[in-house]
């Protein structure tokens, strides 16, 4: 089983950077691809980027150029640096990962959300 817990959401002024982080734990060797989502107030859940376990990584056309997705494998960390932020980049950001478990069925795990408030 993986478990996913986000941080570094916080508010921040339009026009700043910001980090967040995913951590995974359990059985991450299974971890294929992990992705940030974000939902905004009264809007659905949206996909954000993606990175797989090669490190290819893709972007949703709103954040293209400005958010960079990475991971750092000895840590089991997935990050989101988010730069030139929006106000409309506020919304509540989630972790998702799929991957496979001991009897290889693809499963997938989210997290608990980290909260982004950029004012302008």
């Known amino acids: 089983q993986v478990r996913l817990v986000e941080s570094g959401g916080e508010s921040v002024q339009a026009g700043g950077p910001l980090r967040l982080s995913c951590a995974a734990s359990?059985?991450?060797?299974?971890?294929?691809?992990t992705r940030w989502y974000r939902q905004a107030p009264g809007k659905q859940r949206e996909w954000v980027a993606g990175?797989?376990?090669?490190?290819?990584?893709n972007y949703a056309d709103c954040v293209q150029g400005r958010f960079t997705i990475s991971r750092n494998n000895a840590k089991n960390t997935v990050y989101l640096q988010m730069n030139s932020l929006e106000p409309e980049d506020t919304a509540v950001y989630y972790c998702n990962a799929d991957y496979r478990n001991q009897d290889l069925l693809l499963l997938g795990v989210w997290g608990q959300g980290t909260q982004v408030t950029v004012s302008s």
């Open positions: 990175i797989t376990c090669g490190g290819s990584t």
């Open positions: 359990g059985s991450t060797f299974g971890i294929k691809t």
